[in-house]
């Protein structure tokens, strides 16, 4: 996971909170709700957040960079180096548990029965599970793709005059059903940072319906984007889905 631990110095300014995500998974949130957990926390913002409204915010991911930032950052919530297939290590129940941002992506496609059925047993009945991913049906038609470039100033540098350009980009490779090849590349101020690779297993939106259904949830909602705009699967787009726990 060397590309995460290079990646956490500036993971919060490539991906900063989006309020209307936060919006989205609090709206899931039944009255009386205690306890809620991120898997692949990053640097922990939503659990920080989760916590200043008084919940208790558990959050795992599998990179101590990530990890060492989240617990400087939010005291008040609760963060564990894990891989996400440990998370049945974890003391059920949860309220609420979410995976966003396409780590789910990083499960290999034999692993994700266990895995859900582990999420299942850490919720309560009725209790939801809200996952992201990007628009698989999508990204399985084409050969390669490209995400748009992310343009960000970093804080200026201690001494430096003018704050720092840094330009993240992202392709999918060698695209097929079984896997696919994630490449990124961080350049600063026009110098390469770092580039990384790693693969990553695709699901197309009604294998995820089958397993979940197959692991105790049902599905709520699939959508393609937090706005809750309704999913097409030929258009690129997120593919955010609402399942609870039977």
């Not at 963060?79 to 789910?104: K, Q, S, T, W």
């Amino acid at each position: 996971m060397a590309f995460y631990s290079d990646f956490a110095e500036y993971y919060d300014a490539v991906f900063p909170l989006e309020e209307d995500v936060l919006a989205y998974l609090a709206s899931y949130l039944a009255s009386g709700s205690r306890r809620v957990l991120d898997v692949g926390c990053g640097t922990g913002d939503f659990c920080g957040r989760f916590a200043a409204m008084g919940l208790e915010a558990v959050g795992v991911d599998v990179d101590p960079k990530m990890i060492e930032a989240a617990r400087r950052r939010y005291p008040d919530a609760t963060f564990e180096i894990m891989d996400m297939l440990e998370v049945g290590r974890l003391e059920p129940p949860f309220d609420m548990a979410y995976c966003i941002g396409n780590v789910a992506a990083h499960i290999p496609q034999d692993a994700l029965p266990r895995f859900l059925a582990d999420v299942a047993a850490l919720l309560g009945p009725g209790s939801p599970w809200l996952l992201q991913t990007v628009n698989w049906d999508y990204v399985l038609g084409l050969e390669t793709f490209e995400f748009p470039d992310t343009h960000v100033e970093m804080p200026l540098a201690e001494g430096a005059k003018d704050a720092r350009e840094v330009v993240f980009s992202r392709r999918y490779e060698s695209i097929a059903e079984e896997r696919l090849h994630f490449l990124t590349r961080l350049t600063e101020d026009g110098e390469t940072v770092f580039e990384g690779d790693v693969w990553l297993h695709p699901v197309r939106r009604d294998e995820y319906v089958r397993i979940h259904e197959g692991s105790g949830f049902t599905l709520l909602g699939h959508f393609a984007n937090f706005r809750r705009d309704p999913f097409v699967s030929d258009r690129q787009s997120s593919s955010v889905y609402a399942f609870r726990r039977l």
